[in-house]
C-alpha cells in the first residue's frame, strides 16, 4: 500500500462541491422525479389476478429498486457531510430534504405493499416464478406478509408523513444537542482542551486511570447538563413507537425489531439464555483486570481499559497494514478490498474537532462503493473498529451485484460481517504477537468486546425493555432514566462494578436512532454469530472465503434461521450453536487469566 495512507474520505467523487454541490441538487431534483412517477404508476396500476396479468408488476419493481439504490446514495452522502462536521448547517438542511424524501418512499413502499396483498393467487405464483425476480422472491413475500400486519395503507401513508417533522425530528433534536457539547479537559501540564464528545470518548480508553476518572467525570456532569433535552427526545421517539404500536394492534415490544431482524422471539431468547449462563467467566476476568489495575473493583471507565502495555499503539498505516495482512490469511478478496479502501480514500479517520462521536459504514450502491467513518488515534480498539468498518464494507461489496431488494439485509447480518472480520484480525493478530507483554494486551482488547457485547449490550436491552414498559404508563423523567439505567448496568454486569454510567441512556447515540427499535441486541447476535462463523472458517480452511461470500450474498433473502441452517447446518433456536460460540470467548478469558 502507498505511505502514508490519506485519513480523510473523498466525497467529490459522487457529488462535488460538499454541501454545495450542484450535481447532488440536480440529483435530488431527479430522485423527486422518479419518486413522482412511482407513486403516479402505483395508483394507477390494477392488482393483476391471473396469470397472465403478473407481468404488469415488473416495471414498477424495476422503478421502485432503481429509487432505493437513489435514495440510499442520497441518505449515505448527507450523512457523511453531517458527520465529518457537524457544524455544517448546509448538510443538515440537505438531509432534512433527504428524509422528507424518504417519507415520500416510505408512503410508496406503503403503496406497493398494499398492492401486494391484493394480488390474486394465480398472478402471484406466476410472478414468483418469473425468472427475472428470483433474487427477490423472499423480500416480496416478506412484504406481502407485513402489509397484513398493519393499519390501512392512507393511515400508513400519513404516518410516514407526520414522522418527519415528529418521530425523526427528535432524532435529529438530539444529533443537535451533541453536536453541541463541549468538554473542557486540562492536560497535566495546565493546558485546556475543549473536547467534542467523540474526542472525550477515545481519551477515555487512556492508559491513565487517572485521566479516565477525571474525564469520566466531566462527562457524567456535561451529559447531566443535557439529560433534560435527552429525556425530551428519548421520551417522545418511544412514544410515537408504542402508540403507533397500539394502533397497530402490536402488543409484543419486540414485535418490530424482530420482525425487522428476521429472526424469532425464541432465537433471541436462546442467545440471551447461554449468555446469562456463562457470565461467570467473564466475571472471573473483571476480578483479575482489578486486580491488575491495583483496585478493589472496576469502575465503568475501567472496563475497558488497557492492560499490560497499556501504551501499545498503531500508527495509522501502522493499523492498516495489520488488517490486511491477518485479512488475508483468511481471505485474499477481502484483503484486496480493504486496501482499494485504504488507497481510494474510502475512510475518513482523521482525528479534528468537529466530527461526530462513533463510527460508521454507509454505502452508496448506485456507485457501487461505500465510505467508513470513525476518529482513529491510534488505540488497538481504534484498530479493531476500523477493521470492524471494512467487514461491513465487505459485506456490501460482494452484494453490489443483487438487486435492491435482495441487499436490503438486516442488522444483525450486518454486524455478523464486521464482527467476523474483527473476529479474523484480532485473533490472527494475538497469536502472532512479538511477546507475551504484547500478546496479553491484544487478547485483553478482544476480550473486552466480548464483555462488551455480553454484558454492555446486555444492560442496553435490559433497560429498553424495561424504558417502553414503563414509558407505555407515561412519561419516564431523567432521575427515573438514571435508576433504569443502573438497574440495568448491575443486573447485566452482576454487581461487578464498583461505578457505574447512570447517564448512559444519554450519551448513547444508538437510543435515538429512528431507523431502528432497539438498536441493541441485533450487535451481540452479529458477535456470537460471527464466532461461530469463525469457528467454522478455522475447520473448513481456505474453502471457507467461497462459502462466506456466499453466505454474505443470502443474508438479504433469507431469515437468519433459515440462513444458519442453508449455510451451517445450526439450529438458532437452541442453545447449541450459541453455547459453542460463547465457548470461544470463554477460552480467551481461560488464557488472560492463565497469562496473568
Known sequence: MQSPLPQTWDLDKFFPGGSRSESFGKYL????????????????????????????????IDLLQRVVLSLREAASFTGCLAAENQHDKAAVMLGGRVKAIEADYATALTLFDDLLTRVGKEAWAALLANPEVADITYPLEERRALAADKLPPEQEALINDLAIDGYHGWGELYNTTVSKLRISYEEKDGTVKELSAGQAANRMHSPDREVRQKLFRLWEEKWAEHADYCADALNHLAGFRLKLYERRGWQELHKEPLAINRMSQETLDAMWSVIEGGKDSFLRYLERKAKLLGVPKLNWYDVEAPVGEGSLTFSYDQGAALIVEQFRRFSPKMADFAVMAFENRWIEAEDRDGKRPGGFCTSFPASEETRIFMTYAGTAS????????????????????????????????????????????????????????????????????????????????????????????????????????LSAQKRAFRDALGEYHPHFWASKLHFYITEVPFYNFPYTFGYMFSTGLYAEALQRGEAFEEQYIALLRDTGRMTVEELAEKHLGVDLRKPDFWQRALDLSVADVEEFLRLT
Do not use: C, W
Open 29 to 60: 431534483v431527479q430522485l423527486e422525479e422518479d419518486l413522482k412517477e412511482l407513486h403516479a404508476r402505483l395508483r394507477e396500476l390494477k392488482a393483476p389476478q391471473t396469470a397472465g396479468e403478473a407481468d404488469t408488476l415488473l416495471p414498477v
Open 382 to 485: 481504534n484498530v479493531a473498529t476500523l477493521a470492524h468498518e471494512l467487514g461491513h464494507g465487505y459485506h456490501q461489496h460482494v452484494m453490489n451485484d443483487l438487486p435492491a431488494l435482495a441487499q436490503d439485509y438486516a442488522m444483525n447480518v450486518a454486524e455478523t460481517a464486521s464482527t467476523f472480520a474483527e473476529m479474523v484480525m484480532a485473533d490472527a493478530a494475538v497469536k502472532a504477537a512479538a511477546s507475551e507483554a504484547e500478546r496479553l494486551t491484544l487478547l485483553e482488547d478482544k476480550i473486552q468486546r466480548s464483555v462488551a457485547f455480553y454484558m454492555n449490550i446486555h444492560a442496553r436491552f435490559l433497560f429498553e425493555t424495561e424504558f417502553y414498559e414503563e414509558r407505555r404508563q407515561g412519561l419516564v423523567g431523567t432521575e427515573r432514566l438514571n435508576e433504569l439505567m
